[in-house]
T-cell receptor
Framework: AQKVTQAQTEISVVEKEDVTLDCVYETRDTTYYLFWYKQPPSGELVFLIRRNSFDEQNEISGRYSWNFQKSTSSFNFTITASQVVDSAVYFCALSERNTGTASKLTFGTGTRLQVTL | EAQVTQNPRYLITVTGKKLTVTCSQNMNHEYMSWYRQDPGLGLRQIYYSMNVEVTDKGDVPEGYKVSRKEKRNFPLILESPSPNQTSLYFC???????????FGQGTRLTVV
């Protein structure tokens, strides 16, 4: 069964610090998809990134970067020079490939990031 | 505007009184799903649907029903709500489960 572990329940940093949110996953499939979502204090869920299992290239988007390592089954998320607006709960999620019937999307328990001045 | 609309946003009900939370999307997405969010447990999938008349159980389906009679709508039905179903519920849609999901604004349900 697929599983996503976000061991960091809560992280507090001071603005401008770099912070890495960890995500470790388990799956038996060789084809799968990984996601990160952000849930700001207002409550909505916002998509950040999607990565398939065949694409191990790291991705950078502004202050955000993602490090995908199949060898360690990890898909970590780094925020560089954090800002107060980055304060949110961040969820990592995993979906296995559709093999005839749709697959479940499994979320981790989330990491609450608090950025203070 | 592309969106997923859930109603109601807030609901307080009593144990055993049947209720339905509606969900509608305007993006012609195939895949729709329901999640509940509880402190310390993250988002857990209740039910999902890959197309009209095709639904399947997620991780926590007990006490819930769904239907997918039309592509755009995916209501969540609680036939006999109980206090342990007090939670924040999200509906989501995407082209498939491997694509970016668009979420509704959430429904905060309290069962007393």
């Amino acid at each position: 069964a697929q599983k996503v572990t976000q061991a960091q329940t809560e992280i507090s940093v001071v603005e401008k610090e770099d912070v890495t949110l960890d995500c470790v996953y388990e799956t038996r499939d060789t084809t799968y998809y990984l996601f990160w979502y952000k849930q700001p204090p207002s409550g909505e869920l916002v998509f950040l990134i999607r990565r398939n299992s065949f694409d191990e290239q790291n991705e950078i988007s502004g202050r955000y970067s993602w490090n995908f390592q199949k060898s360690t089954s990890s898909f970590n998320f780094t925020i560089t020079a954090s800002q107060v607006v980055d304060s949110a709960v961040y969820f990592c999620a995993l979906s296995e490939r559709n093999t005839g019937t749709a697959s479940k999307l499994t979320f981790g328990t989330g990491t609450r990031l608090q950025v203070t001045l | 505007e592309a969106q997923v609309t859930q109603n109601p946003r807030y609901l307080i009900t009593v144990t055993g009184k049947k209720l339905t939370v509606t969900c509608s999307q305007n993006m012609n997405h195939e895949y729709m799903s329901w999640y509940r969010q509880d402190p310390g447990l993250g988002l857990r999938q209740i039910y999902y649907s890959m197309n009209v008349e095709v639904t399947d159980k997620g991780d926590v389906p007990e006490g819930y029903k769904v239907s997918r009679k039309e592509k755009r709508n995916f209501p969540l039905i609680l036939e006999s709500p109980s206090p342990n179903q007090t939670s924040l519920y999200f509906c989501a849609s995407s082209f498939t489960e491997q694509h970016e999901a668009f979420f509704g604004q959430g429904t905060r349900l309290t069962v007393v």
